[in-house]
């Protein structure tokens, strides 16, 4: 009888290693499916993050763009501001320098004029002087002359 047993103890064997051999065989074809579906799944993702890159890329690049003609317009707003800014400092600085220049020809010329008046007034203070001095020496000198 044991031979009868062992024969049934090892077909219970071997279908136990069937049913664990399927087993694992029906867990294998599942996980390359899901395997399979990953892959697909990931390659869906990838052309997606692809395509999202290149529209991103495109919206960078207008931007840039934007920017690049925001920049330009702002530089040349700043410049045409610089180059009024200095245009009216110049205008401003010559305007100063012939008022300035007109205010000291003014002032040399009323000081010549005052000169011219100092003059005439130190030449009759000298006159008055000189006829006053010629008087006292006529008193003082005159009469040891006529004698």
Known sequence: ???????????WQ???LGIVAL???YA???LFRA??????????ADKER???????AIERKQRELAEGARNEQLRAEYERKHRELAEGF?????????ANREHEDGVRREFAELMETISAEAAKSSAAIVEV?????????GPRSRR
């Open 28 to 30: 294998i074809i599942h």
């Open 14 to 16: 071997y279908g136990v």
């Open 90 to 98: 110049t205008q401003a600085l010559r305007e100063e320098r012939d």
């Open 50 to 56: 692809e395509r999202e890159r290149a529209e991103w």
């Open 35 to 44: 395997l399979r579906a990953d892959q697909a799944a990931n390659r869906a």
């Open 1 to 11: 009888m044991e031979s009868g047993s062992s024969f049934t103890s090892q077909a």
């Open 23 to 25: 087993v694992f065989g």
């Open 133 to 141: 001095m010629s008087k006292f020496y006529d008193r003082l000198v």
